[in-house]
């Protein structure tokens, strides 16, 4: 018989560690994007920020580290500017294209 796993027993997953060019970078935001979640692209947007040096997106996006790392957890919901400044720091250009 199989020993039984809990979900909780279970690491977590760090999806940071996983952005490691500009295209997965690229590919990972833009499937985020697609699904319209807010709070979803905040989340992505923190760990690409993680990936990047999350001090150092911080500074270049004129947000406190701290202000930075609650803007995109996970649930969180930051205005426009914020988003568009994490992207600016990270190096990232928001477009917009006809749907379907």
């Known amino acids: ?24 970078i690229s590919e990972y935001l833009n499937a985020i994007v ?19 040096g999350m001090a150092e997106i911080a500074l270049g996006a004129g947000i406190g580290r701290e202000a930075l790392y609650k803007a995109l957890r996970p649930g969180a919901q930051p205005r426009f ?12 250009k928001l477009t917009v294209r006809p749907a379907g």
């Open 1 to 24: 018989m199989s020993k039984k796993i809990k979900v909780t027993d279970l690491p977590d997953f760090d999806f940071s560690e996983h952005l490691d060019s500009e295209q997965a």
């Open 34 to 52: 697609e699904d319209g979640d807010a709070a979803l692209l905040a989340a992505a947007l923190g760990d690409i920020a993680k990936a990047r």
């Open 81 to 92: 500017d914020t988003i568009a400044r994490v992207c600016t720091a990270l190096g990232l």
